[in-house]
């Protein structure tokens, strides 16, 4: 199985704060990497596809890049309602699948 | 609107069997592949199962291979899991999502999620 590795495990920003979360898998995997935003009690929301490709309806504010083992998560500016648990998940063994373990971001 | 709306969870002893459902509605759901995805208490997002459009590719996660089984049923625009000999670490909320594209392989890329079933297992 292909290992996602998610950092930090949680990080502390404020508003309007540039904030940048980092996904590794254990091989190449292309650019098959997802990001999703889950807030307490609720389900995942898709918000980044193919480690670059914005989601509709999802804020400009969010970014991804990357491609192979590495990839980012970028918030350019924190909003209040960007506090929440972010997932990495690799799509490139399509019936084989895994998330990372989750990076809280609270709020300074 | 898509919706997807998950039902059959519960209190179920270690070693018995429990059906989940889901039920869709909005978008053509013979289109798409579907999965399973769960979340223990507490914890992070494990997927657990996923079926092509047509039932002709499936996959399971190593922690329930053997054990669970997952069906769709695209008359009913339902997908299933019937899962056998539940253990406790098998105690989790359990999500359908529906995969972005239509495309022959799943993508596995989730854009709609159910808001998802609770199973524990428990004696």
């Known amino acids: 199985d292909i290992q996602m590795t998610q950092s930090p495990s949680s990080l502390s920003a404020s508003v309007g704060d540039r904030v940048t979360i980092t996904c590794r898998a254990s091989?190449?995997?292309?650019?098959?990497l997802n990001w999703y935003q889950q807030k307490p009690g609720k389900a995942p929301k898709l918000l980044i596809y193919?480690?670059?490709s914005l989601q509709s309806g999802v804020p400009s504010r969010f970014s991804g890049s990357g491609s192979g083992t590495d990839f980012t998560l970028t918030i350019s500016s924190l909003q209040p309602e960007d506090f929440a648990t972010y997932y990495c998940q690799q799509s490139y063994s399509t019936l084989s699948i895994t998330f990372g373990q989750g990076t809280r971001l609270e709020i300074k | 609107e898509v919706q997807l709306v998950e039902s059959g969870g519960g209190l179920v002893q270690p070693g018995r069997s429990l059906r989940l459902s889901c039920a869709a509605s909005g978008f053509t759901f013979d289109d798409y592949a579907m999965h399973w995805v769960r979340q223990a208490p507490g914890k992070g997002l494990e997927w657990v199962s996923g079926?092509?459009?047509?039932?002709?590719?499936?996959g399971y996660a190593d922690s329930v291979k053997g054990r669970f089984t997952i069906s769709r049923d695209n008359a009913k625009n339902s997908l299933y899991l019937q899962m056998n000999s539940l253990r406790a670490e098998d105690t989790a909320l359990y999500y359908c999502?529906?995969?972005?594209?239509?495309?022959?392989?799943?993508?596995?890329?989730?854009?709609?999620w159910g808001q998802g079933t609770l199973v524990t297992v428990s004696s």
């Open positions: 999502a529906k995969d972005r594209d239509i495309v022959v392989v799943p993508a596995a890329i989730f854009d709609y």
């Open positions: 079926i092509s459009w047509n039932s002709g590719s499936i």
């Open positions: 091989q190449s995997i292309s650019s098959y």
């Open positions: 193919a480690a670059s």
